[in-house]
């Protein structure tokens, strides 16, 4: 018992006192993570919204990969970003292996299938018609896809709670192809792993709660945003 | 009608085909949609009504076929065509966002000034009754409002022509017959060319000039609304519109609740909230029109009285149906020992009569031509 209490306050010691090397790992893990969300709901909310709307042979099958993709294991996205990423792989003319680039490349792979999932599934959820009372109200092509995006922007935030809460809390992936250098590829997920390994129970429990204090209010802020603008 | 008054085409269907996996679902060889006009399609569910307004809206390609719009071949993509007309489906779509956003939706996408919005958004809520929800969020409508929203979203952008799918059939009896008072008054006004579906006979007739019958995926009968409902081309048009005389007339005069009213080839008597001078349609049911051989009998409660010579007695089964030339068409059903007793054939001279009170009155702003 006093090594969870002695730990619980070392944690709360290292949160208020902003220790530096614990502040670093969050600023980096919130920059990582922020920057793959970003790429993924690029990327994702485009290709969900093209196979959404286009009817073409083989529509089933890509749905289907896509769907499989929001399930993609860590460690497998991992296994092949190291080997695309490998000096040499068929990317290892970008030297990037091991730096917080690499985790942002895996990262984006891991939360892009599930953005496009998602996006997926609520441009189709619209109303059948919705898309021809566009057209018939006079839109382009592109004014029309631009308002069903619109439209479908409440579900959409789910496609951002769900890419950022699953790549902030990866660590698979990660440790794989940013290696845990210290001050440099140290992320929460990657540091957690490694100080408890140590038996420095009590920076892994202060990490861990930061971990999911950013969860938590990440997906607190994107929830109450949504939930105040569902009808009635 | 006279060829001088005939409205000019509008919009002109060729060849029209349609098929949804591998099946023809839509089939119309020609049809001419009327300047100023309004036509109704009416027909049981299924029947392509549907798919012929998306189809004419330029919003399905058909298989086959050509839309000329003014005369001019409607173009690739009909991206400028669909700048000229508006649609209103059964359910509002409205967008998520406020009344007066959802109404400047058509204007935005024309990429009309902010100044000019607020010009004429207001002016279109207020037509449709919907001036006080301006600032509502659209998902907080009720069925009505949301209807109204969406006509006022598919006029505020003067669309040279409209087309209502079954816009009305979601609503409940009283928001319907004040939504479709609102719509047929705007109608009028603006002489905006309409094509709407219904499956309601009494919507087709308050709001339409022009009739056309569906049924899989054809037209079975197009024409005048009284012309299609007093003599229904086939079996299936009797029976699904054919059950009721429709005469168009004026009111003459109202007095104690009874008004008279000029129809072609006479005068009728009805029961009703109308105006000196307004234009009406009467519909008469066949069951509600007694026919005897007598002279015009003495000591009736019918206000309603003529003499007539029988032209058609159709067999229906347990009954006949007999068209009567009262100087207008009058359909009676009559029983067959009815039919033996009074020696009715066609060419015979008879007597027709009905209540003032067996009359269904459908007001309307205008005379309908025809």
């Known amino acids: 018992m006093d090594l969870i209490l002695e730990g619980i ?67 497998v996205v991992g296994l092949f970003v190291t080997i695309f990423l490998w000096r040499n792989g068929p990317l290892g003319f970008l030297e990037i292996l091991y730096t917080p680039t690499a985790i942002i490349l895996a990262q984006a792979v891991i939360a892009t299938p599930i953005v496009t999932g998602i996006t997926l599934a609520s441009i189709q959820h619209l109303p059948a018609n919705l898309r021809l009372q566009i057209l018939a109200l006079g839109a382009t092509r592109v004014q029309m896809v631009w308002l069903l995006v619109k439209e479908a922007r ?26 845990n250098i210290r001050g440099y590829s140290r992320v929460l997920t990657t540091a957690t792993v490694m100080e408890t390994g140590r038996g420095n129970f009590d920076v892994a429990i202060a990490l861990s709660v930061i971990l999911m204090l950013l969860a938590f209010l990440v997906n607190a802020i994107l929830t109450q945003i949504q939930q105040r603008e569902r009808p009635r | 009608m006279t060829p001088e008054t005939m409205p000019e085409v509008l919009l002109k269907a060729e060849n029209l085909l349609v098929r949804r996996g591998g099946v023809t679902v839509l089939d119309i060889p020609a049809l001419d949609v009327l300047s100023g006009q309004v036509l109704a399609l009416i027909g049981p569910n299924g029947a392509g009504k549907s798919t012929l307004l998306l189809t004419l809206a330029g919003l399905l390609k058909p298989a086959r076929g050509s839309l000329l719009f003014r005369g001019e071949k409607i173009g690739n993509g009909g991206f400028d065509y669909r700048r000229r007309i ?28 902010r100044a000019e919005i607020g010009r004429t958004v207001p002016e279109y809520l207020e037509r449709f009754g919907v001036g006080h929800l ?5 998902r907080k409508l009720s069925g009505g409002e949301a209807q109204r929203t969406s006509l006022a979203r598919a006029f505020v952008t003067k669309p040279e022509i409209v087309f209502l799918d079954e816009p009305f059939s979601s609503l409940d009896p009283p928001t319907r017959d004040a939504l479709i008072g609102d719509l047929e008054q705007i109608l009028r006004e603006t002489h905006t060319t309409a094509v709407a579906s219904t499956h309601d006979q009494m919507e087709a007739l308050r709001l339409a000039d ?8 054809k037209i079975a009968q197009i024409g005048p609304v009284a012309e299609v409902m007093n003599r229904p081309a086939d079996k299936f048009v009797a029976s699904f519109v054919g059950v009721e005389t429709v005469l168009p007339g004026r009111v003459l005069s109202v007095s104690d609740g009874v008004f008279v009213a000029a129809v072609e080839g006479g005068e009728i008597q009805a029961v009703g909230h109308v105006r000196t001078g307004e234009g009406v349609l009467c519909c008469i049911r066949p069951e509600h029109v007694t026919l005897s051989t007598n002279a015009p009998p003495l000591g009736t409660s019918a206000r309603n009285v003529f003499s007539g010579i029988i032209r058609t007695i159709t ?56």
């Not at chain 1, 579900?155 to 192809?177: D, R």
């Not at chain 2, 301006?134 to 659209?138: E, G, I």
Request: aromatic share 6%; net charge positive; with cysteine.
């Open chain 1, 9 to 75: 306050l070392k944690a709360f010691y290292l949160i208020f006192t902003l220790d530096k090397e614990v502040l670093g790992i969050t600023l980096l893990s919130l920059k990582v993570s922020g920057t793959a969300t970003l790429i993924s709901l690029f990327i994702g909310i485009s290709v969900g919204t093209a196979v959404a709307l286009a009817r073409f042979p083989g529509r089933q099958l890509v749905v289907s990969l896509i769907n499989t993709g929001m399930g993609l294991p860590p460690v």
């Open chain 1, 154 to 179: 409440l579900p959409l935030l789910a496609a951002v709670m769900a890419g950022f809460g699953g790549i902030i809390s990866e660590v698979g992936a990660s440790i794989m192809v940013g290696g």
């Open chain 2, 86 to 113: 508006a649609m209103v489906f059964q359910e509002p779509l409205l967008f998520d966002a406020t009344v007066f956003d959802n109404v400047a939706a058509g204007l935005k996408i024309r990429g009309i000034g």
């Open chain 2, 134 to 138: 301006a600032k509502r969020s659209a």
């Open chain 2, 210 to 217: 022009r009739l056309a019958v569906m049924n899989g995926g």
């Open chain 2, 315 to 370: 067999p229906l089964g347990l009954f006949h149906r007999v068209r009567v030339d009262c100087g207008f068409d009058l359909v009676a059903y009559v029983t067959r020992q009815s039919l033996e007793e009074l020696l009715l054939q066609e060419g015979k001279s008879v007597t027709a009569s009905f209540k003032a009170t067996a009359v269904h009155v459908i007001r309307r702003g205008a005379l309908p031509p025809g």
